[in-house]
């Protein structure tokens, strides 16, 4: 679909962008510039084209495409003016060494988006970023306000939703989109801002009111150089330029050091019992799901909407940044009991509402793609199943190869039967992805001698069905969780996506008159 952009277009001209760059103005210094894009098949008139190296080739060769579109300049890097030149097309250009490194500023300048009618809300962390962002924004929902959303799963502009292609867009879009917003009269945008997005300079250029860490666990080692590099990237959102003050999980040893090292107005939050926080959570043991928060003065009785111990973390973080925004306390207090239904994150999938019928089998899909993920979803699942629990799990290809071990060892450390099956493999051999997850399985099942079985089916339809087969095999009380996709509703293979949602073939297994039984 074509890029959302404001209807309402500004008067930044060339010349404009050209002193913003501290470049000399050019002939056509007084062509106004009315939106910027990345792609050359989405420019529209008026558009400043960012043409960029990319990973297989230089989005320089698509500025014929994009002048033929009513592109009005060029934003690139050396090599780019040179190839334009020499194809002799008359386009003003803007040169810069690391044109990606400006985009967001000049998008921001273009979009006038430097200064917003609305609060912004930005979350960062390995887990946790899209129910937290989610919580965050049902909360403010049920208080009142007209709310956007940008994140892994959809872009909402109020009601309106649109499938996000990334977890934060790119720096083009992402200020067209908060435009867009501010354009529509919203009040406030929650956001997930990745670790890429931060390295990328996707939000160059916005500043948000609030900055939230939720924790650091390995993952994206495929992209940064180790976990230091990792935690590094993430910091960079906790700094002046970003965000006027921040709100930080000290639960692991990176919310403690970057609560330490935050170079802004820092709130931190625990839940370890007996820890030293400006926010403290202490979890009623008989009713789990209930807790109190205190902090800034106040005391907050909360009740966290999904299972588990970390969504405890995460609705307490919702509830402790609300106040920090200014939100009345015992009017958040009552707006985070609002259950945000975040999708593929815990979601119950069941084919009866029969309470009765339903209890024999509990069928559950969730995003966990790492291993602490996988052992915390497991872990707020095996409580409240008092039958045999089954999971199905695998890994991506062409990612972080080091943790696929690990994540077969956090499926059988927790459960009863663990099904490794395909994620998405990519350009790989799905085969030796999944020897890598089942090798840790195995480890564990080796130790837990007769309380896990392993079973590897490349099939992930398959796996599914063999899933729920052996939950029902296994007697009433039994929970099948099938981890890794969320809300995916494709599956990459060999450099194609094919359609497929975890919830839509769990939701088929779960079939009683099914005749493909494992």
């Not at 899209?130 to 929902?141: P, Q």
């Not at 306000?145 to 499938?163: F, K, P, Q, S």
Request: charged residues 20%; aromatic residues 4%; proline residues 6%.
């Amino acid at each position: 679909m074509p890029p959302l952009r404001p209807t309402r277009t500004g008067s930044v001209t060339l010349g404009d962008l050209a002193a913003a760059l501290d470049h000399s103005a050019t002939s056509t210094a007084n062509a106004v510039v009315t939106g910027v894009s990345l792609d050359s098949r989405a420019v529209l008139p008026g558009d400043l084209y960012a043409a960029l190296p990319g990973a297989t080739t230089h989005g320089a060769r698509f500025a014929g495409q994009a002048r033929d579109s009513g592109a009005v300049a060029v934003l690139t890097d050396p090599v780019g003016a040179q190839t334009i030149v020499s194809a002799g097309l008359d386009l003003p250009l803007l040169v810069h060494p690391s044109p990606r490194s400006i985009l967001g500023a000049l998008a921001s300048l273009i979009y006038a988006t430097g200064t917003l009618p609305m609060r912004l809300i930005g979350i960062t962390g390995t887990n946790g970023k899209t129910t937290t962002a989610y919580l965050v924004h049902s909360a403010l929902e049920a208080l009142g306000a007209r709310i956007g959303l940008i994140g892994t799963v959809e872009t909402r502009i109020d009601d309106e939703r649109v499938r996000s292609v990334r977890t934060t867009p790119e720096a083009s879009d992402l200020h067209a989109l908060l435009a867009v917003m501010a354009e529509r009269g919203l009040d406030a945008c929650v956001m997930e801002v990745s670790s890429h997005a931060l390295r990328q300079h996707r939000v160059d250029g916005v500043r948000y009111d609030l900055a939230m860490f939720t924790n650091l666990s390995q993952d994206h080692l495929d992209f940064h150089s180790g976990m230091a590099d990792y935690f590094a990237a993430k910091a960079t959102l906790f700094t002046p330029e970003r965000a006027r003050q921040a709100l930080v999980c000290i639960d692991d040893e990176w919310g403690v050091r970057l609560a330490g090292q935050c170079t802004i107005p820092v709130a931190t939050l625990t839940t370890h019992p007996g820890g030293h926080a400006d926010w403290t959570v202490t979890v009623d043991r008989a009713h789990p799901s209930r807790f109190t928060l205190r902090g800034h003065g106040t005391e907050l009785s909360l009740r966290s909407a999904l299972p588990g111990d970390f969504n405890v973390t995460n609705t307490a973080m919702a509830a402790a940044g609300l106040i920090l925004l200014g939100e009345d306390p015992r009017a958040v207090e009552r707006a985070v009991l609002t259950d945000p239904h975040v999708p593929g994150r815990m979601e119950v999938v069941t084919r009866t509402a029969d309470p009765t019928e339903a209890a024999t089998l509990r069928a559950v899909v969730d995003y966990a793609h790492t291993p602490d993920a996988i052992r915390a979803a497991l872990g707020a699942l095996r409580p409240s199943t008092p039958g045999a629990l089954v999971v199905v799990t695998g890994a991506g290809g062409d990612r972080d190869r080091d943790k696929r071990d690990d994540m077969g060892r956090a499926a059988a450390e927790v459960a009863d039967v663990v099904v490794v099956t395909d994620d998405n493999p990519r350009s790989e051999d799905p085969a030796t992805i999944r020897a890598a997850v089942l090798e840790g399985a195995r480890a564990v099942a080796d130790a837990r001698t007769g309380e896990v079985s392993v079973i590897e089916e490349g099939d992930r339809r398959a796996a599914i069905r063999r899933a729920v087969d052996l939950a029902r095999a296994a007697g009433p009380g039994a929970t099948v969780a099938v981890v890794g996709k969320g809300h995916e509703t494709g599956q990459e293979i060999g450099g194609q996506i094919h359609p497929f949602d975890d919830r839509h073939e769990l939701f088929e297994a779960l079939d009683p008159a099914r005749e493909d039984p494992a």
